[in-house]
């Protein structure tokens, strides 16, 4: 089992950044592969990228190429989310979530077991 824990969220004007972390407690930290997903009020949870377990193979969504860069260090248990030029369609509650039973998750929500409890993203126009 694992512990997910996001913080870094808040509010940001359109074209600022933000950085989130995941703090993951339990089992080895690099036996998961790690993805961020985001659910935006009203909308179903949607893929945003995703990392494998070493961090030599990256996804994103193509909301998120070119603004966003997902990140892992091992040795301090964490994942990261680096965010650019937000836009006001960013807002939403961001998720962390992880998998032990592939080397990489992938967008599929379905392929991860534990999610953190989120943190607010909000990018005003």
């Known amino acids: 089992q694992v512990q997910l824990v996001e913080s870094g969220g808040g509010l940001v004007q359109a074209g600022g950044s933000l950085r989130l972390s995941c703090a993951a407690s339990?089992?080895?930290?690099?036996?998961?592969?790690m993805g961020w997903f985001r659910q935006a009020a009203g909308k179903e949870r949607e893929f945003v990228a995703a990392i494998s377990r070493s961090g030599g193979n990256t996804g994103y969504a193509d909301s998120a190429k070119g603004r966003f860069t997902i990140s892992r260090d091992n040795a301090k248990n964490t994942v990261y989310l680096e965010m650019n030029s937000l836009k006001a369609e960013d807002t939403a509650v961001y998720y962390c979530?992880?998998?032990?039973?592939?080397?990489?998750?992938?967008?599929?929500?379905?392929?991860?077991?534990?999610w953190g409890q989120g943190t607010q993203v909000t990018a005003s126009s």
């Open positions: 339990g089992r080895a930290f690099n036996s998961y592969a």
């Open positions: 979530a992880a998998t032990a039973r592939a080397y990489y998750g992938g967008r599929d929500p379905r392929s991860y077991d534990y």
